[in-house]
């Protein structure tokens, strides 16, 4: 069975970049497309975008400017980066798996919360 | 973008009783791209229904999804303790995908 985890700093300071990594377990990364999300604190969720294991990637136009999906497949892994990051980028971020470009998001990992502050 | 209005934003309702979620979208989508999650607190979001009316693997079958076009509904037949919680809709049809701000169901 497929499970998602994600890793990464807890805490970055203003204007720095935000790095997080999610494992896949369970399963190979070269299939299915692979997406990230985020909740802020009382709010609802926003997909920053995904990565499919050719390479190929979709990202939201409201982030593009900011963010890299990246994956590693000798590690089974991809990432997430979020440059220039503010108070407004302080999240829970989660990892998830498309079974193709247009499917909903049936595995998730648990979620990382990551605060924004100096 | 695609946006996507939830209604009502708060559900006080009982064990044992239904539940109606209802989920606008600005503009038509395709039905086999509307999906259903679930999220309790503390808990990442569970996937309940996709294509707007098919229950993903384990989900119980209180649980039914409907709708076309712009207007989409999740009932919750019988509330059970582990279904207060807070439900999102989700639109993949265009890109960026997005979500609904979400319904919260809560105890009365």
């Known amino acids: 069975q497929v499970q998602l985890q994600e890793s990464g700093p807890g805490l970055v300071k203003p204007s720095e970049t935000l790095s997080l990594t999610c494992t896949v377990s369970?399963?190979?990364?070269?299939?299915?497309?692979w997406s990230w999300i985020r909740r802020p604190p009382g709010k609802g969720l926003e997909w920053f975008g995904f990565?499919?294991?050719?390479?190929?990637?979709n990202y939201n136009p409201s982030l593009r400017s900011r963010v890299t999906i990246s994956l590693d497949m000798s590690k089974n892994q991809f990432s997430l980066k979020l440059t220039s990051v503010t108070a407004a980028d302080t999240a829970v971020y989660y990892c998830?798996?498309?079974?193709?470009?247009?499917?909903?998001?049936?595995?998730w990992g648990q979620g990382a919360m990551v605060t924004v502050s100096s | 973008e695609i946006v996507l209005t939830q209604s009502p934003g708060t559900l006080s309702l009982s064990p044992g009783e239904r539940a109606t979620l209802s989920c606008r979208a600005s503009?038509?989508?395709?039905?086999?791209?509307l999906a259903w999650f679930q999220q309790r607190p503390g808990q990442a979001p569970r996937l309940l229904i996709y294509?707007?009316?098919t229950r993903a693997t384990g989900v119980p079958d209180r649980f039914s999804g409907s709708g076309s076009g712009t207007d989409f509904t999740l009932t919750i037949s019988r509330l059970e303790p582990e279904d207060f919680a807070v439900y999102y809709c989700?639109?993949?049809?265009?890109?960026?995908?997005?979500f609904g701000q979400g319904t919260k169901v809560e105890i009365k």
């Open positions: 998830a798996r498309g079974m193709s470009a247009f499917s909903a998001f049936d595995i």
């Open positions: 369970g399963g190979s990364i070269s299939s299915s497309y």
């Open positions: 990565i499919y294991y050719s390479g190929n990637t």
């Open positions: 503009q038509s989508i395709s039905s086999s791209y």
């Open positions: 294509g707007a009316s």
């Open positions: 989700h639109q993949s049809n265009y890109s960026p995908r997005t």
